[in-house]
């Protein structure tokens, strides 16, 4: 005879269901130019009645192509997840991401906003930079982080005198 408590379990239907796909890249593209390829050991697609996403729990590459198909910014990151309904992304763990002009950001948490093409960060972040070594709490930047700002800048910069313009 069965338990009552075995019967309930097996009448509950699972809230979502999820496809995993190993190694994987993932190639988007603009009138047939691509403009960003993401790859991942590990893929995983959640179909959850409140909030589909899809994560990716081994590590993430994204690389951002000009018009041109050149790398022009990399980002890397231990963990990610992508919530479908809010179009963001978010990066976890060792964030690592390189922009055209050779500078590197380093995050433990990084927040990418498609819907508005910014990325964003409320922790400790570090920016190198070929003259400089930059830190603090708070980032933002357009989302192929050319244009940047640290919100509570924490150390020294290094200005060169003959590019200080002075004041009227």
Request: charged fraction near 35%; proline fraction near 3%; avoid cysteine.
């Amino acid at each position: 005879m069965n338990d009552q408590d075995d019967i309930q379990k097996l009448n509950v239907v699972p809230d979502h269901t999820t496809q995993t796909i190993e190694d994987v890249e993932i190639i988007r593209s603009d009138s047939a130019i691509v403009n960003i390829r993401i790859t991942g050991p590990i893929y995983k697609i959640v179909q959850d009645e409140k909030e589909p996403y899809i994560e990716f729990p081994e590590g993430v590459h994204v690389e951002f192509f000009d018009k041109n198909q050149n790398v022009y910014s990399d980002l890397q990151a231990d963990y990610a997840i992508k919530y479908e309904k809010k179009e963001e992304t978010v990066f976890k763990n060792n964030v690592v991401f390189k922009n055209a002009d050779n500078e590197t950001l380093m995050t433990d948490e990084l927040i990418w906003d498609q819907k508005n093409q910014r990325i964003f960060s409320n922790d400790f972040v570090e920016i190198e930079t070929l003259d400089n070594s930059l830190s603090g709490e708070g980032f933002e930047a357009d989302e192929d982080f050319r244009n940047y700002r640290i919100k509570k800048l924490i150390g020294r910069i290094k200005i060169n005198k003959d590019e200080v313009v002075p004041k009227d």
